[in-house]
């Protein structure tokens, strides 16, 4: 599938994305109607409709607290919020043993979690809560204002956050549906040479532009990609499996903060948010994952949004990355074609009622 997808009818479209998601084996609905916006956020708690209860296979076995758990991260933003109800509403459908996972937020007001309580009352789920001022000070300025959030830099964080008994987490961000088992993600093998986080690599990538010519041109600075297990190559922190005991072992939130001092303090050499430190760190030193697990980039670049279509190969995750965001774009009543891949796990009320 080409660009030409922006500029198609829109029954073209409809019709274009369901052969698409056919293929690829993800389900979906005939969701043909494009929502006006609507008004009203922050969600209250009774903005979506009550998710049903997702109860493991007979193969699964009892639910247990104890290390056959499954550990999800995410954060809760008042503008992401109904993202994040559609992203767990696609784990829990389609987890072949959704009753193992647990869930946990990241939030700077505990009130966030008042919907997730609502639409989701036999989640498992804890809320950590995130202060601000932590990263407030060490943030510069992007070339979006979205990605200046504090709550954008709470990942770097997240090790110290969770509780001892956690040992591994999937973090995830808001803008994302998962269309597979994620069982399957958290089996990756991180033990095997030591890694602390893994993750699909992009290695076609242009490296070389998350970063200023300031950066390249001072050789002190550059030097930080020598000796690198791997070639350092992009990978995307809005999916990642981490172990949680190494990245506190290895003092890696230390390590992303130095970053952001450099790039505070004495020149700027980056441009794109909390992405470029995390690369700083770990580029050439994570496990590569399947590109299945984020088929990324579809809310376009980071200034404009534009439609983008689906990669070719087989999803197992899909990503709105990028400036444009589906419930935004539907809303808007300009849609991109992908967009209606993760229109069949938004619980928003007042969509649903548009659609009846």
Request: net charge neutral.
């Given at each position: 599938m080409g660009s030409s997808w922006a500029w198609l009818p829109v029954a073209v479209l409809l019709a274009t994305t369901h052969a698409v998601a056919a293929a690829s084996g993800i389900q979906?609905?005939?969701?043909?109607?494009?929502?006006?916006?609507?008004?009203?956020?922050?969600?209250?708690?009774?903005?979506?409709?009550?998710?049903?209860?997702?109860?493991?296979?007979?193969?699964?076995?009892?639910?247990?607290?104890?290390?056959?758990?499954?550990?999800?991260?995410?954060?809760?933003?008042?503008?992401?919020?109904?993202?994040?109800?559609?992203?767990?509403?696609?784990?829990?459908?389609?987890?072949?043993?959704?009753?193992?996972?647990?869930f946990h937020f990241l939030a700077s007001h505990h009130r966030d979690a008042d919907a997730v309580r609502a639409?989701?009352?036999?989640?498992?789920?804890?809320?950590?809560?995130?202060?601000?001022?932590?990263?407030?000070?060490?943030?510069?300025?992007?070339?979006?204002?979205?990605?200046?959030?504090?709550?954008?830099?709470?990942?770097?964080?997240?090790?110290?956050?969770?509780?001892?008994?956690?040992?591994?987490?999937?973090?995830?961000?808001?803008?994302?549906?998962?269309?597979?088992?994620?069982?399957k993600l958290w089996s990756v093998d991180l033990a095997r040479d030591g890694h602390v986080v893994a993750a699909p690599e992009y290695c076609h990538t242009n490296f070389t532009k998350y970063f200023t010519d300031a950066f390249w041109s001072d050789a002190n600075l550059s030097a930080t990609f020598r000796h690198r297990r791997r070639r350092p190559c992009y990978f995307n922190t809005g999916v990642m499996v981490m172990d949680v005991a190494r990245w506190r072992a290895g003092g890696y939130s230390r390590r992303v903060e130095e970053w952001m001092a450099v790039q505070k303090q004495e020149k700027r050499i980056y441009s794109l948010g909390s992405l470029p430190p995390y690369l700083l760190v770990l580029a050439g030193e994570i496990m590569p994952v399947d590109h299945r697990w984020n088929q990324h980039g579809l809310g376009g670049d980071n200034v404009e949004g534009r439609c983008r279509s689906l990669h070719p190969g087989p999803i197992s995750l899909l990503h709105w990355s990028g400036k444009g965001k589906p419930w935004l774009r539907l809303d808007s009543r300009k849609p991109c074609a992908v967009d209606h891949l993760w229109a069949p796990y938004d619980l928003y009320k007042a969509a649903t009622a548009l659609e009846e």
């Open positions: 979906t609905t005939e969701a043909t109607v494009i929502r006006p916006p609507v008004a009203g956020t922050p969600y209250s708690p009774g903005a979506f409709r009550e998710a049903p209860a997702f109860r493991n296979g007979d193969a699964c076995g009892t639910p247990s607290p104890s290390s056959s758990r499954l550990h999800v991260a995410m954060t809760l933003d008042a503008n992401y919020l109904r993202g994040t109800v559609a992203a767990v509403f696609s784990i829990l459908r389609h987890a072949a043993c959704p009753e193992d996972v647990t639409t989701f009352p036999y989640l498992d789920y804890r809320v950590h809560r995130f202060d601000p001022a932590r990263v407030s000070a060490r943030i510069s300025r992007s070339v979006r204002s979205a990605l200046d959030q504090p709550l954008n830099y709470a990942r770097i964080y997240l090790a110290d956050m969770l509780p001892p008994s956690v040992a591994r987490v999937i973090y995830l961000d808001s803008d994302l549906v998962v269309v597979d088992d994620v069982r």
